[in-house]
């Protein structure tokens, strides 16, 4: 879950430690207290909160007079998913809107080949093959001229 959800969630993260980290900014307000609670019930961790950066990197909105800087976009992730987000900050100058900075999450996913019911391995490769002595030197010989 990702976007403008216009909350602070801040930095004390008593009662949600296993949610969130203490890199957030600022205070947490009611609508991040119901933020937090929602992503808790929810089994979300909330991205921006885990990783240290400079305050520059962690502010999603900065106000149009640049005194106030606040961050109030987010991305979750499911708990069990929590190791493979390996960071979350901001990038300026995007052209996204005036007072938003551009919110990035970099992932590290490990895909797993999905083997159909039944299917093993040495119904894959055609071993009959192979027993066919002309056939087997046949693919010798291609091999050794393959890897010379």
């Known amino acids: 879950m990702m976007g403008g959800l216009n909350t602070k969630v801040g930095m004390d993260n008593t ?3 296993d949610i969130m980290g ?3 900014l600022e205070e947490r ?3 991040g207290e119901r ?3 929602l992503c808790a019930f929810n089994k979300l961790v ?4 885990i990783f240290p950066h400079k ?3 962690k502010t999603t909105w900065t106000s149009p007079d ?15 998913l929590r190791r493979t987000m390996k960071d979350v900050r901001t990038k300026r100058g995007t052209d996204i809107a005036p007072d938003h900075h551009f919110l990035v999450a970099k ?3 490990k895909l797993k080949k999905h083997w159909t019911m039944g299917q093993t391995i040495s119904q894959k490769l055609n071993t009959a093959f192979l027993q066919d002595t002309d056939k087997l030197n046949k693919f010798k010989l291609v091999l050794s001229n393959r890897f010379q």
């Open 29 to 31: 307000k009611e609508d």
């Open 46 to 49: 909330i991205g921006g909160t």
């Open 22 to 24: 203490r890199h957030g």
């Open 107 to 109: 992932m590290k996913l």
């Open 55 to 57: 305050r520059v990197h």
């Open 35 to 37: 933020f937090a609670n």
């Open 15 to 17: 009662g949600y430690e």
């Open 66 to 80: 640049y005194t106030t800087q606040n961050q109030i976009d987010h991305i979750c992730i499911n708990k069990t």
